[in-house]
Every structure is written in C-alpha cells, then in structure tokens.
C-alpha cells in the first residue's frame, strides 16, 4: 500500500503572520523581519513561513484523519494551531 501525504501549498507562507493568521501581503525579498500590524510580533521571514507551512500541514492532517475515520474535529477560537500553543504542550 502507497501512503500519500496532502501537500501543503508553500505559497504566500512568507505573507501570513505565523501568531494570528492574517494576510499581511507580498513584501520584498530584501525584507527578512515579518511584522504585523494586527498582532504587533514580528519575526525572521522563514522562521514565520516555516511555521506557516507546519500550521497548514498539521491542520490539513488533522482533518484528512477526521475525514478518513468519521470524526468530527472541534475549532476552538480562530482554529489555528499556533506556535506558542505547540511548544508549551510538547515541552
């Protein structure tokens, strides 16, 4: 049996705040600290796609799993899992 993974879609991760999820729109390359106005963090451009890109690939997990076996998956607040939140309950 193959197994397959969704993939996840590396686009406009650099434009997505990795603490609130908001679009903050296309910047520079030049530009390598992210800020955004709405949650007022910033952080390293790839440091805040990589966390972008685990962010979508855990919740597309978590749902092809609901999906797959019938299971309802509760969202709690904006539904998205942020950074703080996975390194408190892996510590």
């Known amino acids: 049996m193959v197994k397959t993974k969704p993939a996840v ?3 406009q991760t650099s ?3 990795p603490h609130c999820g908001v679009h903050t729109g296309k910047k ?3 530009q390598r600290i992210h800020f955004c106005s709405h949650s007022g963090r910033g952080t390293h451009r790839d ?3 990589s966390t972008s890109s685990l962010e979508s690939r855990c919740r597309q997990y978590i749902h092809h ?3 797959k076996y019938s299971l309802s998956v509760p969202v709690a607040g ?3 899992v942020h950074s703080e939140s996975l390194h408190r ?3």
């Open 15 to 17: 434009q997505i705040c």
């Open 47 to 49: 440091v805040g796609s």
């Open 9 to 11: 879609d590396a686009k």
């Open 78 to 80: 904006d539904g998205l």
């Open 89 to 91: 309950h892996t510590q």
């Open 65 to 67: 799993r609901a999906e």
């Open 28 to 30: 520079p390359l030049s």
